[in-house]
């Protein structure tokens, strides 16, 4: 079955970029999305179709995806982007995968 | 603005069914423009899609449970329903509704707006 990567924790100071990563088998040939979720709250959609961003969500957020690595980058981070973040693709078995997810800290 | 609720028993026992409806209010689940989904979210841990259906009855379903589900839509209600049967507590989640947009058959999906959440505990 296919896998989405996430690394478990990305660390950060505040104004500085971040980056996450997630990856799987030729996910560029794939177009993923990505959710902010901070604790005790719901997923928001931050990032679809590699790199659009939906209404509402700063311009510091950005996506790419290439080979076989998706990236969401925050740039000039803030401390309340502080959260964890799930990326999210599709599988010709399942239509619907999602990476472990990655906590953001801003330190 | 669409907004999603999620509704049903916190608790359920062991080899029960679990069932759980979301209520859309702000738009017409009638749509022809969207799926509605179903995720969940073990204490501490990751996402987990469940499956998603149109109002025209079309449903995908996460393979991995696709046994044990059934998602149904009525649209007199604009709401969706799940039923997972034979739980037990690997089942104990946070279950979450939300709008489907996209093409799940073509690769091209996301989920906007969710639910705040139902946290379902199987125990008995």
């Known amino acids: 079955s296919y896998e989405l990567t996430q690394p478990p924790s990305v660390s950060v100071s505040p104004g500085q970029t971040a980056s996450i990563s997630c990856s799987g088998d030729?996910?560029?040939?794939?177009?993923i999305c990505w959710y902010q979720q901070k604790p005790g709250q719901s997923p928001v959609l931050v990032i679809y179709q590699d790199k659009k961003r939906p209404s509402g969500i700063p311009e510091r957020f950005s996506g790419s995806n290439s080979g076989n690595t998706a990236t969401l980058t925050i740039s000039g981070t803030q401390a309340m982007d502080e959260a964890d973040y799930y990326c999210q693709a599709w599988d010709s078995t399942t239509p619907v995968i999602f990476g472990g997810g990655t906590k953001v800290t801003v330190l | 603005q669409l907004q999603l609720q999620e509704s049903g028993p916190g608790l359920v026992k062991p080899s029960e069914t679990l069932s759980l409806t979301c209520s859309v209010s702000g738009g017409s689940i009638s749509s022809s423009s969207y799926y509605w989904g179903w995720i969940r979210q073990p204490p501490g841990k990751g996402l987990e899609w469940i499956g998603s259906?149109?109002?025209?009855?079309?449903?995908y379903y996460n393979p991995s449970l696709k046994s044990r589900i059934t998602i149904s839509v009525d649209t007199s209600k604009n709401q969706f329903s799940l039923k997972l049967n034979s739980v037990t507590a690997a089942d104990t989640a946070v279950y979450y509704c939300?709008?489907?947009?996209?093409?799940?058959?073509?690769?091209?999906?996301?989920?906007?707006?969710w639910g705040q959440g139902t946290l379902v505990t199987i125990s008995s």
């Open positions: 939300a709008r489907h947009e996209g093409s799940p058959a073509a690769g091209n999906s996301w989920f906007d707006p």
């Open positions: 030729k996910l560029g040939n794939k177009y």
């Open positions: 259906i149109h109002y025209s009855g079309t449903t």
